[in-house]
């Protein structure tokens, strides 16, 4: 299994981006995905999450701003980052909770991340 993140970029303070996270490989299901972030000098969090049934959750700090969905037919999942700040800009990476096909467990996959620099 791999997962594959885009769509990250330089954008101005209150612009907008849409990162992607595509899984591909043996896969049976997909539960929680989830976007994590890392800035320079700090721990890496948890921005939002998506479960299989489509209840989300976010980080306090992006409310109203970020929207989280998926396709499951593409194994895909999004992040709609509106309103962009300084302080958003950091590594973004996709993590899936996945079972692949002829196990009982699932395991968490990471893509590799995605850089997203917001301007003042």
């Known amino acids: 299994v791999q997962l594959q993140a885009s769509g990250g970029g330089l954008v101005q303070a209150g612009g907008s981006l849409r990162p992607s996270c595509a899984a591909s490989?043996?896969?049976?299901?997909?539960?929680?995905m989830d976007w994590y972030r890392q800035a320079p000098g700090k721990q890496r969090e948890l921005v939002a999450r998506?479960?299989?049934?489509?209840?989300?959750n976010y980080a306090d700090s992006v409310k109203g701003r970020f929207t989280i969905s998926r396709d499951n037919a593409k194994n895909t999942v999004y992040l709609q980052m509106n309103s962009l700040k300084p302080e958003d800009t950091a590594v973004y990476y996709c993590?899936?909770?996945?079972?692949?096909?002829?196990?009982?467990?699932?395991?968490?996959?990471w893509g590799k991340g995605t850089l997203v620099t917001v301007s003042s």
């Open positions: 490989g043996s896969i049976f299901s997909i539960n929680d």
């Open positions: 993590s899936q909770f996945i079972v692949t096909r002829g196990s009982y467990f699932g395991t968490a996959y």
């Open positions: 998506i479960t299989r049934g489509d209840s989300t």
